[in-house]
């Protein structure tokens, strides 16, 4: 039986649908094959194990019975208690983590010198699909179709000289944080009086803010991806709202929120779509499961973002092909795979340098 440690919550806004994430994959994790760890990140960066740990309302207000963990750097392991310590060998970590501090590559920077494997993408792809803006200027530098867009800074805000930075795209405009998701701090903006108050939002949650040219009237359409060197794809999927975009209530708190499942596309956007997130899964070294949001107008596709870390681990979309303990299964063996193939490759080196060098050779410098 295979240690499981599931991570989530985090320094996040996205915090409350991480927990909700790992409840979900706590839920349908084979009982058979593994043992769960839950390890639950609170908005604090303090990794702990809390008591009764799927239900939802335990993460509600502060959190007292708790167990600390520790990480084992270069052991794969944790340690769990302060006074009568733990140790638990661990197989693969699950990251349910959303946003900062999990999804940004944090998470996987601290496994890698613990040396546990984990079920999100490299650090590099979590890092840079994490800024809107880096994962764009990717996008254009391979002539992966995405929408006008330009980086806002606070200095930019301070100075007033916003009209200047958006002269060359056309008002609607969509304001975003570069580093946030679930839709938090967004804004749809007609007029330069509107910019300003939405760049003042979006400055609420980030450094740097990015401004794009809003279509209207298309499709959002999302795909998700399974795989490591070769990658297979999901069903699709059309989230409907009432509003240009899907807000943070629109997403996870309406009972009644529309997703179409396999919507109707005209004729070679099916094929966009596939190519596209083909293309884009070799480029940022993608691996695991991923979701891919694309923006569809007439007969054009522009791809959105990357989603690392989606949601509920876009379980829903491989209804059909995979249950949600299948495809559980398949993230970590995937996750194992690619921790064992990277370890494979020679890190160090041993020189002569350090023997070589002599103690008073860089005196003459020092005053």
């Known amino acids: 039986m295979q240690n499981i440690m599931v991570l989530y919550g985090g320094k996040s806004v996205e915090h409350d649908i991480s927990v909700l994430t790992a409840i979900q994959v706590m839920q349908n994790l084979n009982k058979n094959k593994y043992k769960i760890i839950p390890v639950y990140q609170t908005p604090e960066c303090e990794f702990i194990i809390v008591n009764d740990y799927l239900n939802p309302k335990t993460y509600m207000g502060d959190i007292k019975k708790y167990r600390n963990v520790n990480f084992v750097f270069g052991e794969g392991e944790i340690v769990v208690g302060k006074i009568l310590k733990k140790h638990i060998k661990i197989d693969c ?46 996008f254009r530098a391979n002539n992966i179709p995405c929408v ?12 007033k000289v916003l009209q200047q930075r958006v002269a060359n795209l056309e008002f609607p405009l969509i304001v975003k944080p570069v580093n946030l998701g679930s839709s938090i701090g967004i804004n749809k903006v007609d007029n330069i009086k509107q910019l300003y108050e939405a760049v003042e939002i ?8 990015i401004v794009e040219k809003c279509l209207e009237n298309f499709k959002e359409i999302n795909i998700s991806c399974l795989g490591d060197e070769e990658v297979e794809f999901s069903r699709l999927e059309e989230p409907v709202s009432w509003q240009n975009f899907l807000n943070f209530d629109n997403k996870y708190t309406q009972k009644n929120a529309k997703k179409i499942l396999d919507p ?12 596209i997130s083909t293309k884009v899964w070799k480029i940022f070294d993608l691996s695991g499961v991923v979701r891919i949001d694309y923006m569809v107008d007439g007969d054009n596709v522009y791809i959105n973002e990357i989603n690392t870390v ?14 949600f303990f299948e495809l559980l299964d398949k993230i970590i063996e995937i996750a194992i795979a690619q921790f064992k193939k990277q370890n494979k490759h020679k890190y160090t080196f041993t020189s002569s340098v350090l023997a070589d060098y002599k103690p008073n050779s860089m005196n003459k410098y020092a005053k």
Request: proline fraction near 4%; glycine fraction near 6%.
């Open 310 to 323: 989606p949601g509920s681990l876009a379980f829903y979309l491989w209804k059909g092909k995979y249950d």
């Open 202 to 209: 979006a400055l609420y949650y980030d450094s740097r803010v």
């Open 264 to 275: 109707k596309l005209k004729n070679g956007v099916l094929e966009q779509i596939y190519d």
């Open 93 to 138: 970590a699950i990251n349910c983590c959303h946003g900062n501090c999990g999804e940004d590559g944090t998470l996987n920077a601290l496994l890698n010198l613990a040396k546990i494997p984990i079920t999100s993408p490299k650090i590099m792809p979590s890092s840079t699909c994490m800024d809107k803006v880096i994962m764009k200027d990717i």
């Open 148 to 159: 006008d867009y330009v980086l806002i800074t606070e200095q930019d805000y301070i100075q």
